[in-house]
């Protein structure tokens, strides 16, 4: 279903988790300043593109670390896909929400890179989604996001670590109205500089596709996770779960939903 629409992602959507993942001065003087606004969006899949980002980098099973030395991270998203609607010009006019899931955003930590596209995608099992979904009934207060949050834990050694802090959706700086207004406006204008690219050639370069796939942003990290990088056989845990009917515990599986993989090396792939 997501091969043929793009993957985009928000940089910077939940406060402390750029700067706790060393990206913030990435940004440079581009840097967004005002208080708790995303700094942009970014492409992690670009169907039929000519570049690295054509690759489909979304798996559900298995996480495979870079062919090369790396720091990697888990970034516990939400994972929204939205329906597209272009104007007779082909810009987009407005976006629906139709689904959430689950979603790691897995990201590589490494200075020199010229685009945040370039820490987002390395091999076909580069990211993390839920085999579930949980349909929309309406993006605003009062629908069924509003009680729903979420985590992320990593197995390593046999005993469980919390990687991303338990966090609200509604703690997501922008959400719902706001949030769609302010990603129509960077799908269309958004400007190729510093880590950013400009979104609406990405629309183009993929014939303008009916869907796009966002991961809203990734929660802070706890200690474990701001100081510890993924290694072969540690299991992700990405979970999404309604506060109203029960814990983040992975063992009790009822009422969430979880994108849980096995991380291996390239050369186990």
Same mark, same amino acid.
């Not at 700067?19 to 942009?40: D, M, R, Y």
């Not at 987002?120 to 580069?126: D, F, H, L, Q, T």
């Not at 072969?232 to 992975?250: F, H, L, M, P, Q």
């Given at each position: 279903?997501?091969?043929n629409?793009?993957?985009?992602?928000?940089?910077g959507?939940?406060?402390?988790?750029?700067?706790?993942?060393?990206?913030?001065?990435?940004f440079?003087?581009?840097v967004?300043?005002?208080?708790?606004?995303?700094q942009g969006?970014?492409?992690f899949y670009?169907?039929?593109?000519?570049?690295?980002?054509?690759?489909?980098?979304?798996g559900?099973?298995?996480?495979?670390?870079?062919?090369?030395?790396a =720091?990697v991270?888990?970034?516990? #998203?939400?994972? @929204?896909?939205?329906?597209i609607?272009? /104007?007779?010009?082909?810009?987009v $006019? =407005?976006i629906n929400? $139709?689904?959430f899931?689950?979603f790691?955003?897995?990201? @590589?930590?490494?200075?020199?890179?010229e685009?945040? &596209?370039?820490?987002?995608?390395?091999?076909?099992? &580069?990211k993390? @989604?839920?085999k579930e979904?949980?349909e929309?009934?309406?993006?605003?207060e009062?629908?069924?996001m509003?009680?729903?949050?979420?985590c992320?834990?990593?197995?390593?050694?046999?005993?469980? %670590?919390? %990687?991303?802090?338990?966090?609200p959706l509604?703690?997501?700086?922008y959400?719902y109205?706001?949030?769609?207004?302010?990603?129509v406006?960077?799908? =269309?204008?958004?400007k /190729?500089?510093?880590?950013?690219?400009?979104?609406?050639?990405h629309l183009?370069?993929?014939n303008?596709?009916k869907?796009?796939?966002?991961?809203i942003g990734a929660?802070?990290?706890s200690?474990f996770?701001e100081?510890n %990088?993924?290694?072969?056989?540690?299991?992700i %845990?990405?979970?999404?779960?309604?506060?109203?009917?029960?814990?983040?515990?992975i063992?009790?599986a #009822?009422?969430?939903i @979880?994108s849980?993989?096995?991380?291996?090396?390239?050369?186990?792939?």
């Amino acid at each position: 279903m997501l091969k043929n629409s793009i993957g985009l992602g928000i940089a910077g959507n939940i406060a402390e988790h750029l700067e706790q993942a060393g990206e913030l001065k990435n940004f440079g003087e581009t840097v967004i300043k005002k208080e708790s606004a995303p700094q942009g969006i970014f492409p992690f899949y670009v169907p039929h593109s000519k570049s690295f980002l054509a690759l489909y980098p979304v798996g559900d099973e298995k996480l495979e670390l870079p062919s090369y030395e790396a =720091n990697v991270q888990v970034e516990s #998203e939400v994972g @929204i896909l939205f329906d597209i609607i272009y /104007d007779k010009d082909f810009k987009v $006019k =407005n976006i629906n929400a $139709k689904k959430f899931t689950a979603f790691n955003d897995c990201s @590589i930590r490494k200075e020199g890179a010229e685009k945040l &596209s370039e820490k987002k995608s390395w091999s076909a099992n &580069s990211k993390g @989604i839920a085999k579930e979904w949980i349909e929309i009934d309406k993006f605003e207060e009062g629908g069924v996001m509003d009680n729903f949050h979420l985590c992320s834990f990593v197995k390593r050694n046999g005993v469980l %670590y919390e %990687y991303g802090v338990d966090t609200p959706l509604l703690s997501y700086s922008y959400f719902y109205k706001k949030l769609e207004n302010w990603l129509v406006e960077k799908m =269309n204008n958004q400007k /190729d500089r510093g880590q950013l690219e400009n979104i609406a050639k990405h629309l183009e370069a993929c014939n303008y596709p009916k869907q796009a796939f966002i991961c809203i942003g990734a929660t802070a990290y706890s200690e474990f996770g701001e100081k510890n %990088y993924l290694k072969s056989n540690d299991e992700i %845990y990405v979970i999404v779960y309604d506060k109203r009917k029960g814990s983040a515990d992975i063992k009790a599986a #009822e009422n969430k939903i @979880i994108s849980h993989q096995k991380v291996v090396s390239t050369a186990m792939g």
